[in-house]
C-alpha cells in the first residue's frame, strides 16, 4: 500500500451528496479554497440506466444491499459515487413542513430555522437544481393512485421532482437541457467552475486533530486497482458522508456524543397491484403521485415498477419471474411508509462498513399493518383486480373482502422493510443533552469541525427529505462564512 503525497487545504469537505455538494458551491463561489472527497467513483448521471443491475453495481454502497438487523430486518439503500444519494433516487421535492420546522426549533432549540428564514435558502437551492411537475406526462400508475385516493376523498396529488421536463425552457436558463437534476449535474458542476477540486474513490479512514488543523487519513482506489494511502491537512472540515458513514467516520474518529444513537428511516411496506390491463409502459417517466392523507405518521406512494423491481418485489411468489414476464405492463408497485423505529450505528473491528441495530416497537408494525390495508383500498377503487403484498406468507388479495384477512400487525420476523430515506443519527441544536452538533452543524466541545448532511435532521420530515437537507445545508455553509456557527 503506497504512500501518496500530503494535501493541504483551508476546507475539507467530505462527501459530494446534497449536503455537500451544496455547502462546497456556497464555499468554493465565495472565494474560500475548498477539496471535496468522495468514496465512490466520478461517473455520469447516464453512465447506467437508472434503477438497472449496472447501476446498483456502480453507484450504490454495496450494490444496494444493506441491512439493519434488530427486532425486524430493515434493507435500506445507499449511493457511493459523486452525487451520492442524488443519482440513484427519483428526486421527488418537498420543501420541510412548518410544523417538522417548529418541532425542531421547540425541542432541539435550533435557531434560526423559522419558515421565513428558511425560504430563500429553499428557493436558492430550487433555482439551481430545478423543480417541476410532471402533469400530464405523469404514467398511468401513478395516475391511479390518485383516482383510488378521491374515490375515498383522501388528499392526494402530484409531487414535484428535481427533474426537467422541458427541453425548451431549459434552453433558456443555466440548467441543463432536460434530465434529472441531480448533484452531479447541478451543485458539483458549479463547485467545480468556482475552483473547488474534487478527489473521488478515496475514503478517509479517520480524522484527528494536530494543533491548529484537522488532518484526514484517506486511503484512495488508483487505475492500478491499488490502495493508496495519504493525509489531507485542513483548516475545516465538513463532513458530509450521509447519516450511517458520517457517525461511523466520527466514532472511528474518538467523537461519540449523541453520535450514532438516534438514527431514523422512513420505513416501507410494498404491495404490487395487477390492474389487468395496460398501465405501465416502457419508457414511462417515474411516477410521481403520493396520498397525503393520512400525514405526517403515513405516507403512501408509487415506486419504480421496472420488470426487474416487480420481479423482486414479488420474489416470496410462486413463479414470480414468469408472473412478472406476462404480466408487467399490467402492474404498478406501491408502498406505505411511516416515520417508525430508531437505529444505532457501531463500528464493529475488522469490517469496513459499520453495524446497525434497530429497533421497532409493536405500535409501530402495528401503524405500517393499518395502512397497508389502506393502500389495498385505494387500489381496488382505482381498478386493481388482485394486489400481491410484497410480504411471505400473506395472501393474495382478489376482492375487497380479502383485506380484512391481513394481520392487525406486521409480524417482526417477516424481514420485508425497506427504506431509501435515512437521516437523524447526528441532530443538530442547542440542547446538548441531546444533539451532537449546534444549530448550524459545528460540534461541540471542538473547532472547526462541522457535519451537514442528513446526520442533522432532528427527527424524520414525513416527506422526501432532499429539499430539507440541501435548504438546511445552505443556511449552515452561509453560517460558516458569516461565523454565526460559532
Keep these: 500500500m503506497s504512500p501518496l503525497r500530503p494535501r493541504r487545504t483551508e476546507t475539507l469537505i467530505i462527501g459530494s451528496g446534497p449536503g455537500g455538494a451544496v455547502t462546497g458551491a456556497v464555499l468554493a463561489e465565495a472565494g474560500r479554497d475548498v477539496l471535496m472527497l468522495e468514496e465512490g467513483a466520478d461517473l455520469a448521471l447516464d453512465a447506467a440506466a437508472p434503477f438497472s443491475c449496472d447501476e446498483m453495481l456502480l453507484k450504490y454502497r454495496n450494490a444496494g444491499v444493506s441491512v439493519a438487523l434488530g427486532n425486524s430486518k430493515l434493507a435500506w439503500v445507499e449511493g ?3 452525487g451520492g444519494g442524488s443519482e440513484i433516487n427519483r428526486g421527488l421535492y418537498h420543501r420541510t413542513p412548518e410544523y417538522i420546522l417548529e418541532e425542531w426549533t421547540r425541542r432541539f432549540q435550533v435557531k434560526d430555522l423559522q419558515p421565513a428564514v428558511m425560504r430563500p435558502h429553499f428557493e436558492a437551492c430550487e433555482t439551481v437544481a430545478r423543480v417541476e411537475y410532471a402533469h400530464h406526462r405523469a404514467p398511468e400508475i401513478s395516475r391511479r393512485l390518485q383516482s383510488g385516493a378521491e374515490v375515498h376523498g383522501w388528499h392526494a396529488g402530484e409531487a414535484p421532482r428535481l427533474y426537467t421536463y422541458s427541453p425548451e425552457e431549459a434552453l433558456r436558463s443555466s440548467a441543463p437541457p432536460g434530465g434529472k437534476q441531480s448533484m452531479s449535474a447541478t451543485f ?17 479512514r479517520r480524522l484527528r486533530r494536530e494543533g491548529s488543523f484537522w488532518i484526514a487519513e484517506t486511503e484512495q482506489r488508483g487505475a492500478d486497482g491499488g490502495r493508496h494511502r495519504s493525509e489531507v491537512r485542513a483548516d475545516r472540515i465538513v463532513v458530509a458522508c450521509g447519516a450511517v458513514q458520517t457517525p461511523a467516520l466520527l466514532r472511528r474518529s474518538g467523537m461519540t456524543r449523541n453520535i450514532g444513537n438516534t438514527l431514523r428511516f422512513h420505513p416501507m411496506v410494498k404491495v404490487v397491484a395487477d390492474f389487468g390491463e395496460m398501465v405501465n409502459r416502457a419508457g414511462d ?3 410521481v403521485h403520493q396520498i397525503r392523507e393520512f400525514e405526517p405518521q403515513i405516507g403512501m406512494g408509487c415506486s419504480i415498477s421496472t420488470p426487474a423491481q416487480l420481479g423482486m418485489a414479488l420474489a416470496g411468489q410462486k413463479d414470480a419471474w414468469s408472473l412478472v414476464r406476462e404480466h408487467w405492463q399490467n402492474m404498478g408497485l406501491y408502498y406505505v411508509q411511516s416515520s417508525g423505529g430508531s437505529a444505532r450505528v457501531r463500528n464493529v473491528r475488522g469490517f469496513v462498513d459499520p453495524m446497525v441495530r434497530v429497533r421497532f416497537e409493536e405500535d409501530d408494525l402495528a401503524l405500517l ?5 389502506r393502500l389495498a383500498t385505494a387500489l381496488f377503487a382505482a381498478g386493481a383486480r388482485r394486489i400481491y403484498p410484497c410480504i411471505p406468507g400473506y395472501p393474495v388479495l382478489e376482492t375487497r373482502a ?10 417482526p420476523a417477516d424481514g420485508s422493510l425497506t427504506s431509501v430515506h435515512v437521516f437523524s443519527s447526528c441532530p443538530m441544536g442547542e440542547d446538548e443533552r441531546v444533539c451532537a ?15 451537514n448532511d442528513a446526520s442533522l435532521l432532528c427527527t424524520p420530515t414525513g416527506v422526501n427529505p432532499q429539499g430539507t437537507v440541501m435548504a ?6 452561509i453560517a460558516m462564512l458569516e461565523r454565526r456557527s460559532r
Excluded: H, W
Excluded at 399493518?369 to 390495508?373: G, K, S, Y
Excluded at 452538533?437 to 457535519?451: C, K, Q, R
Design 369 to 373: 399493518a393499518v395502512n397497508l390495508a
Design 285 to 287: 417517466y417515474d411516477p
Design 188 to 204: 458539483v458542476p458549479r463547485f467545480r467552475q468556482a475552483g473547488g477540486q474534487l478527489l473521488s474513490s478515496t475514503r478517509v
Design 472 to 477: 438546511v445545508a445552505r443556511r449552515n455553509a
Design 437 to 451: 452538533v449546534n444549530s448550524f452543524g459545528a460540534m461541540f466541545g471542538t473547532e472547526g469541525l462541522y457535519i
Design 80 to 82: 457511493r459515487c459523486v
Design 402 to 411: 380479502d383485506i380484512a384477512s391481513l394481520p392487525d400487525k406486521l409480524r
